[in-house]
């Protein structure tokens, strides 16, 4: 059980904290993205492996995230990942972020899959280098919601071009900058004035280099979706919840 966790000491650094001098909520996900990486290299399956030895690369599909803090610039933390099931063709992956006295700060839910280059089409994970069993606690497993569709061009709020800083290893939009957007569709003294509590996040298309993404925002309840398309197709929503 032990050993399918990761765990790193990280000191939260000037690139990681926005303007609230705190570690900044898309930073939050790179880091939780960053030790996600190196959890799966520790476990020898990570994204260089299957696309060396299998033709084939992860997606992240869907992510849940709690914040009960942020922690401040230059405060150290202990980041924990591990991989909570092995569901054939889909996996979820906890991370855990504590302060220096063990408090919990932030906790995420990451539901991953493997895709083959070749068909695009998802693999079975027990036909791959993964874990099976005899997997640690989880400390975030709640089920992933169903978004209402009801968004209209009244809730359209900007558009993005597709640059090549935006491309990562897969050659696709790295999932970071879906979430740089969809924060963007706040002022900044909006989120300095207003406490990201939850996110619920589900990446539905890839888009890539020189294409034109609409973002929209609609508000409900205690809740702002946030939706993202390409033409006409869905590539990325979200739900936000503020303290």
Known sequence: ?????????????????????????????????????????????????????????????????????RPGWRDTVTVRTFPIDNARIRTHVNTEVLDSTGNSLISIN??????????????????????????????????????????????????QTIRSCHIDMSHHMNNIEYIRLALSVFTDDYRRQNE???????????SQEGQTLRVYRRDSDDKCYIYILQDSRKVFECSITFR
Request: hydrophobic share 40%.
């Open 110 to 159: 990451q539901e991953a899959c493997v895709l083959s280059f070749d068909t695009h089409r998802p693999m079975k994970l027990t036909d791959l280098p993964y874990p099976a069993d005899n997997f640690p606690p989880a400390v975030m497993n709640e089920p992933f919601n169903r978004f209402a569709e009801d968004f209209t061009d009244e809730d359209f709020v900007f558009e």
């Open 1 to 69: 059980m032990d050993n399918l966790i990761y765990t790193s000491e990280r000191q939260i650094s000037s690139a990681y904290i926005d303007s609230s001098v705190r570690l900044g909520v898309a930073q939050t996900l790179l880091l939780a993205q960053d030790n996600l990486t190196e959890c799966f290299g520790m476990l020898g399956c990570d994204g260089v492996v299957y696309r060396d030895k299998f033709n084939a690369f992860w997606v992240l599909t869907k992510m849940m995230v709690h914040f009960n803090a």
């Open 196 to 206: 990201i509590t939850d996110m619920e996040l589900h990446y539905l298309g890839e």
